[in-house]
């Protein structure tokens, strides 16, 4: 008894609806990212999707969703899918509703895979669009009524109509399921300079914020059908997410890490160690920035890598070091004479390295390591863009000119 009354209720679902609503949503989703400057993407408001610029349609888009294995699995000359898109774009060229000299696109998605030979792998394969029209005049019409009212509406258009209208039909069949559409768009906003560790994130709050605008603006109507979103406030808002999801504070993860001992020799002979040595810094300063060295290369490397800090944001941070280091050296310089000796020069060279060394810089607000301000200083001095030595730059440079011992004994 309890059987009979579970499938009589479930006669009366709309499992394969629902299916087909949420990949119109994901699908808009996914052409969001398409927009360019100026453009909007509407929804139930003119088709399935459009785009539009200026207020004019220039692309219309049917989504066809399949799921099961008692839904039909091909796009074949007899497909309702088929007519039924064509047909409703014919009968709006027809009525002038559907403006052929602006709409540059008119593109079918669906789950379905293509029959061999048919009107739709024609389209698919970019078959010439008179011998396209020629095979739909000899079809012989579909049994489903109204798969054939879609056919005739396509036969009823004049000869130059139905050309124009096939040339600008693009078909895109075997698209992916409602969890590959997700994939998909995670593999977007990566592209977009999410973080790696919050792309799962970044797709709720995605799905949520397109979830709400079209459920908002639906009920309140604004006296037009279905949804317009333009480029510029999904472009606000991804900006909006990608800013909530980035965190404040970045992993210390090398705070207690040693220098390993097969690369304490190379970085001895780094540029930034032959900066201290301009400068006669102590074996004690030389080694405290070795470590230094080391381990703010390795935080910001891995970072870099894990993608939980973005090249741009450590270009801004190295330019604010330099910008305080150059405040800091030339009012080193200002008290230094011109004719200084060299003892001089060294001994006010050390002072301002100490100055620099004691600088606590963070790279974000919630950074509480100061070992990452001293140590991406040697960076920058290994790089020449900050030195200690009032006359760092050319001691460099003629140190550079100086014959090795391989010049000397070829």
């Known amino acids: 008894m309890s059987r009979k009354k579970s499938d009589a209720l479930s006669q009366h679902t709309a499992v394969s609806a629902l299916s087909g609503y949420l990949y119109q949503l994901q699908q808009a989703a996914l052409h969001l990212f398409a927009l360019t400057e100026g453009e909007s993407l509407g929804i139930e408001v003119v088709d ?10 220039i692309e219309h888009r049917q989504v066809k969703y399949h799921q099961g294995a008692s839904r039909p699995r091909r796009l074949s000359n007899r497909s309702l899918d088929l007519w039924k898109t064509l047909g409703i774009w014919a009968a709006a060229i027809a009525d002038g509703s559907l403006d052929l000299s602006r709409v540059q696109r008119l593109v079918l998605l669906t789950r379905a895979s293509l029959a061999a ?65 997700t994939s998909e768009l995670k593999r977007r906003l990566r592209n977009h300079g999410f973080h790696e560790r919050t792309l799962d994130l970044a797709i709720e709050r995605t799905y949520g914020w397109l979830w709400e605008l079209v459920t908002t603006r639906l009920d309140v109507g604004r006296g037009r059908a279905g949804v317009l979103i333009a480029e510029a406030e999904f472009h606000t808002a991804q900006c909006r997410i990608r800013d909530e999801l980035t965190d404040t504070e970045l992993p210390a993860r090398y705070l207690a890490a040693q220098v390993p001992e097969s690369e304490i020799k190379c970085l001895e002979q780094k540029l930034f160690m032959r900066q201290l040595a301009l400068i006669d810094a102590s074996q004690r300063v030389r080694q405290r920035s070795v470590l230094a060295y080391f381990r703010a290369s390795a935080e910001r490397t891995e970072w870099g890598e894990r993608g939980e800090i973005l090249p741009d944001e450590l270009l801004r ?14 009012c080193m310089c200002s008290g230094v004479p011109l004719n200084a000796a060299e003892q001089e020069l060294r001994r006010r060279g050390l002072e301002h390295f100490y100055v620099i060394e004691r600088l606590d810089v963070p790279i974000r ?16 001095a290994d790089r020449r863009r900050v030195g200690w030595h009032r006359d760092f730059a050319a001691r460099l440079t003629a140190q550079d000119q100086q014959p090795t011992e391989e010049d000397d004994h070829p």
């Open 317 to 330: 941070y190295d330019q604010d070091l330099t910008e305080r280091w150059e405040t800091e050296f030339d």
């Open 365 to 380: 607000s919630g950074w509480l390591y100061r070992y990452l301000t001293s140590g991406s200083y040697h960076i920058l």
């Open 48 to 57: 399935d999707l459009h785009v539009e610029r200026s207020g004019q349609a």
């Open 117 to 181: 030979k048919s009107i739709a792998s024609m389209i698919a394969s970019g078959e010439d669009p008179e011998k396209i029209s020629a095979t739909i005049l000899d079809l012989q019409p579909p049994k489903n009524v109204h798969a054939r009212e879609g056919l005739e509406a396509v036969r009823a258009l004049s000869a130059g109509q139905r050309a124009t209208l096939i040339g600008r039909l693009e078909i895109y069949s075997t698209q992916p399921t409602l969890q590959g559409v």
